[in-house]
């Protein structure tokens, strides 16, 4: 079983960087590749990027590549998401998932999720 909390997310204007973080219970962290998804309003849960839990390889949707960037501390039993130059169309509720196996892009590949943190940008 693993527990995930984010935190980070708020208020900024266009252009302006966010940093969020995903904080695991458990001592198997290094054991789960992490995933980071975003849904607004009215919209389908998108994925945004995930971490590999072998050798921390990110990939990242189109929509954020060059911008967002996803990190993790096994240490800390944290993932991190790095967002720079946002824009209005990145507001959305972020979540932080886990799966046991190596990323994927569908939300239903993975087993654990944390609540969400709002992020909010304005033009």
């Known amino acids: 079983q693993v527990q995930l909390v984010e935190s980070g997310g708020g208020l900024v204007q266009a252009g302006g960087s966010l940093r969020l973080s995903c904080a695991a219970s458990g001592r198997t962290f290094s054991s789960y590749s992490m995933g980071w998804f975003r849904q607004a309003p009215g919209k389908e849960r998108e994925f945004v990027g995930a971490i590999a839990r072998s050798d921390g390889t990110t990939y990242y949707a189109d929509s954020v590549k060059g911008r967002f960037t996803i990190s993790r501390d096994n240490a800390k039993n944290t993932v991190y998401l790095q967002m720079n130059s946002l824009k209005p169309e990145d507001t959305a509720v972020y979540y932080c998932?886990?799966?046991?196996?190596?990323?994927?892009?569908?939300?239903?590949?993975?087993?654990?999720w944390g609540q969400g943190t709002q992020v909010t940008v304005s033009s």
């Open positions: 998932a886990a799966r046991s196996g190596p990323p994927k892009v569908a939300a239903t590949s993975y087993d654990y």
